[in-house]
């Protein structure tokens, strides 16, 4: 916490600085200098009645979106919560309804069919003491429940945590199985028809204490991708994991990435328009917190890696999306003064920033958790805004837009990024709007910004 007498001590100089324009207009300032973009084009916050969850945002046919959320329930676990919407965000439809029958349940992710209907995935607890089943929910275009699934695949805990739509029709659940020979979890696929029965499932063994799984995407071939995290070799610690799988859901290979001492997450992946497969992830360290991402060939070998810090602040990166033909949108958390800010950034071929925004959801803290890009050039981020009220959480949708430049004044993009297989570097990625400085201001915003430093690290 900042002293309070050190507050005082240095209010002086902080007005001169704001009263004077000294100081360069941060292009994530949600209160933009003059001529500059607001963040947001329009801003939407979604519920109230309980405590929601985000889990996707799918893009629909019409332009529109579809929120999928959970939502506490009534002592049966969660409800699922969706959110349909034009594409200006305005809600066309609200339901609330039972995710499974039975015990507490967890809907988990999500997405699209092929008719426009939605598919979710989850847990739901099974008869036995400790047990937990994957769970399926297939929706039609009109948001009506067609039917409802449970599988128990061993004899333990199985979670389903990502399903997509088969490359040779029905659908495909990854996620995680506790192994019949004590408990250890694998990795755990399984393929059901477009009615739900299960066609086969695999579990495949990755040699982990500790495993997650985040994501599921597609490939060229038929086969799969598996995003998560795992143990298998960082005892103690947390790699990056990616499994790649044929059609049929056998292992193909698996790679882990490590990051030094610090523990790192695998969220989401993208193709690269160079080929190979582009990983989202975090790097969690004693003394920071930076998303990360990581380029790999079709084969998973590691070609580059880069860090991304928001204006030198621990961040988070939770959504990966690709923008346009050869780019890329990340969303996530910032840390500030207050709380957490979510955050949009624009991303090249090669992971170089050509813009962010933080911004504030409300007066409470707030997460983007997905993202998806718009025309013309507008990310439509999606995530969680604390009520300060209750400090419970709603869902919320933004459509962010790229900071432009003010008339007479410079851009300028401090981007550090290097690029190295072997070693996470540290990466600036400010991108600011700076203004000339008044000169009988130039030794104030140096002072300000020596007492800033100091307060910072307070």
Known sequence: MRHVLFRLAVGVVLALLLAGGAAAADANNTTPAANQTPPAVWERTYGGLANETLL???????GGYLLVGSAEGN???????LVRTDSNGTPTRETRMPFGTGGAVSPIAADRTADGGTIVVGGIDSAGPTGEDVALLRLGPDGRQLWSRSYAIGNGRDIGDAVRPATDGGYI?????????????????????????????RSLPVGAGILFVRDLLATPDGGYLVVGSTDANHPGSLDMLLVKVSSGGNREWLRTYASGTETAYGYAVQPSPDGGWVLLGGVDGAASHAAILVKVDTAGNEQWRKRIAIGGARTWGYAL?????????????VEAPGGLRSYAAR?????AEVWNRSFAIGSGPSRALAVTAAPPDRLVVGGEAS????????LYLSSVVPPTV?????????????????????TAVPATTQAALAPTLCLVAVAGAALIAVLRRR
Not at 347 to 351: E, K
Not at 421 to 426: G, H, L, Q, V
């Open 56 to 62: 996707s945002l799918l893009a629909a046919p019409d």
């Open 75 to 81: 002592g049966t676990g969660e409800e699922l919560y």
């Open 173 to 201: 659940v990854a996620g995680t199985t506790d192994s019949p020979n004590g408990g250890t979890p694998e990795l755990l696929l399984q393929k059901v028809g477009e009615d739900g029965g299960e066609v086969w499932h």
């Open 321 to 333: 999306a690709r923008a346009g033909v050869d780019g890329y949108a990340v969303a996530g958390a």
């Open 347 to 351: 991303l090249d071929r090669s992971g």
């Open 387 to 394: 009520r300060t009220t209750d400090a419970l959480y709603d």
């Open 406 to 426: 003010a008339p007479n004044a410079t851009a300028t993009a401090t981007i550090n990024v290097t690029t190295n297989a072997t070693s996470i570097p540290t």
